[in-house]
């Protein structure tokens, strides 16, 4: 898979150790950044992108010419005021869009990785934005915000890298992955793994590519970003183009046309390893299981934290916030949290939702007074 799109980009030439213990070698950040850093460069936010996102949060994309997934909070005049902070966003580690991940160049090898590259884990994700940070002279970050897979990056960061950072804003995420979220992922890679053109991996010289494993992977994962009301809400049992079934197996129903159009625009944005590689990080990462237990990852921390959750997200419910708030006030840390009620399920964070926008935009002006930005 090789999309045609332009961002900056870092070339490490060093060895990357991972943590698993494998390497990398001569790994590849690809980012955005929006912006002008400040001469004492103490106004930069790091955005953490979420599963199948990417570095563009704003502004135009320059793949599928749509606006950016947060163009909605970030920009001029924005809740996540540009003119104001020097915005980054990195496409993660594993990621299709210009990082190092599976469709990438072996240099040992001189071809794709595919199942060849190493597996990798949140913490790497993280351990390569702090090379990054690094490289752009930037020692302490304003505040670090990422929803879903994006929140676990910022409670990483919160946890292994609490004095690069003065902020961490989680939202609808949580601090380890349910069974029930493993297993819709585990589905979703058996999908593209049953695809006969995924041929274990290497597809890449082919013409053919597993893309209808990846758009089932996509339709399953997307059922678990809405909620039931929202579902009902938007299409009910509405049929498609028209009044009576069809007694087949075509499209009937208006939420399988939806559904679909999910799947076959994704295949052509996302590579089906990096799919593969991305859920496989999510699942493993669990905070609880190091450092001694959830409340020795935070402990002695001074950050700020603000998180949110959304009152119909069963994909990462309020009692998983609610989970991580309880550890940290064991040790005494500084949280804000809210509940925003919402039908929206899980993309709720992504949506046009005035509670949450306001309540994060007042944390943010509290902090630019507290930092004196």
Not at 46 to 53: D, K, N
Not at 234 to 251: A, H, M
Request: glycine share 8%.
């Amino acid at each position: 898979m090789k999309l045609k799109f332009e961002t900056q980009k870092i070339t490490y030439k060093d060895s990357f150790t991972l943590y698993s213990g494998r390497e990398i070698q001569s790994c590849e950040v690809a980012f955005e950044t929006y912006g002008q850093l400040n001469k004492e460069k103490s106004n930069g936010i790091l955005i953490c992108h979420a599963l199948t996102g990417d570095q563009f949060c704003s502004g135009i994309n320059p793949l599928t010419k749509k606006k950016g997934w947060w163009d909605i909070l970030i920009g001029p005049g924005k809740i996540i005021d540009t003119n104001i902070f020097f915005v980054i966003c990195s496409n993660v580690l594993g990621g299709c869009m210009g990082s190092t991940g599976p469709s990438t160049v072996d240099p040992k090898t001189g071809k794709q990785y595919g199942l060849n590259f190493p597996v990798i884990t949140i913490s790497d994700m993280v351990k390569l934005q702090v090379k990054l940070i690094n490289s752009l002279g930037i020692k302490k970050l304003f505040a670090v915000i990422g929803g879903s897979m994006g929140g676990m990056q910022t409670l990483e960061w919160a946890s292994r890298f609490e004095k690069k950072v003065n902020a961490v804003i989680p939202i609808a995420s949580s601090y380890r992955h349910s069974a029930q979220n493993i297993a819709f992922h585990e589905i979703g890679r058996q999908a593209i793994m049953a695809d006969t053109n995924w041929k274990s991996g290497n597809y890449y010289g082919s013409k053919q590519k597993p893309k209808r494993g990846l758009a089932v992977a996509r339709m399953i994962a997307h059922i678990t970003y809405l909620s039931e009301s929202a579902l009902q809400r938007k299409f009910g049992r509405n049929l498609q183009n028209s009044k009576n079934f069809s007694f087949n197996f075509i499209t009937d129903f208006q939420i399988e046309s939806y559904l679909k159009y999910q799947g076959s625009s994704f295949v052509e944005r996302f590579d089906s390893n990096s799919y593969l590689y991305i859920t496989k990080a999510m699942d493993y990462f669990d905070l609880s299981f190091r450092k001694g237990g959830l409340t020795n990852a935070f402990k002695n921390n001074d950050l700020s934290f603000c998180f949110f959750s959304f009152t119909s997200d069963w994909l990462f419910p309020t009692s998983e916030t609610k989970t991580i708030i309880k550890s940290l006030n064991t040790s005494n840390a500084k949280v804000s949290f809210v509940e925003v009620k919402s039908d929206k399920g899980h993309d709720a964070f992504l949506l046009d939702e005035p509670e949450f926008h306001e309540i994060l935009g007042g944390f943010i002006e509290g902090q630019i007074i507290k930092q004196g930005i």
